[in-house]
């Protein structure tokens, strides 16, 4: 099992906005950084750090970090935002690891 | 604009070695400013890191595969191998190789991240 937890499957109406959450110790330590994965394709950087998008990344996806919690946001979701997202950061050792991976549904 | 691309076969018999290159376009492997992994995803399943080369050879391999896992480059070629050896069939994933940036700061590396990566080759292990 992953040190970074979360949640398998997340919803959120066409427009509205949504949170995907990636709790673990090691996050009090390091950051995460969010990928953006859909069916038959290579994972894809949406947000990296404290809050930075790479360059073609729209501005409604959002990062943030509170204690053991990183929290991917997507700020008025798009029909083409429905994808799998995976947290990645540090375990306790210093590897990098990836969360379980949250599947996104946009209803 | 780096990308990368993955090779090798696409089915390797259980106990055999899997062998996979990863050719970077674009840019130089011998950059100093970056890692160049592998990670790999089994069908239907999360992301497992399998290890990282520097381009001075230097690696490091997540310990539940170290035991049978080798990362080599080739400058030359610009490109980086992955060998899983005594392969079995949770070895059976689509690999993929990426570029990792590690953010380091007062001698702690607090971020990395994985950014471009291939488009991932599936490996089965079969008989």
């Known amino acids: 099992s992953s040190e970074l937890t979360q949640d398998p499957a997340v919803s959120v109406a066409l427009g509205q906005t949504v949170r995907i959450t990636c709790q673990g110790d090691?996050?009090?330590?390091?950051?995460a950084s969010w990928y953006q994965q859909k069916p038959g394709q290579a994972p894809v950087l949406v947000i990296y750090g404290k809050n930075n998008r790479p360059s073609g990344i729209p501005d409604r996806f959002s990062g943030s970090s509170s204690g053991n919690t990183a929290s991917l946001t997507i700020t008025g979701a798009q029909a083409e935002d429905e994808a799998d997202y995976y947290c990645n950061s540090r375990d306790s050792s210093g590897n990098p690891v990836f969360g379980g991976g949250t599947k996104l549904t946009v209803l | 604009q780096v990308q990368l691309q993955e090779s090798g076969p696409g089915l390797v018999k259980p106990s055999q070695t899997l062998s996979l290159t990863c050719t970077v376009s674009g840019g130089s492997i011998s950059s100093g400013d970056y890692y160049w992994s592998w990670i790999r995803q089994p069908p239907g399943k999360g992301l497992e890191w399998i290890g990282y080369?520097?381009?001075?050879?230097?690696?490091y391999y997540n310990p539940s595969l170290k035991s049978r896992v080798t990362i080599s480059v080739d400058t030359s070629k610009n490109q980086f191998s992955l060998k899983l050896s005594s392969v079995t069939a949770a070895d059976t994933a689509v690999y993929y190789c990426?570029?990792?940036?590690?953010?380091?700061?007062?001698?702690?590396?607090?971020?990395?991240?994985?950014?471009?990566w291939g488009q991932g080759t599936l490996v089965t292990v079969s008989s």
């Open positions: 090691s996050l009090r330590s390091y950051y």
């Open positions: 990426a570029r990792e940036v590690q953010y380091c700061s007062g001698g702690s590396c607090l971020l990395n991240w994985f950014d471009p």
């Open positions: 080369i520097y381009y001075s050879g230097s690696t």
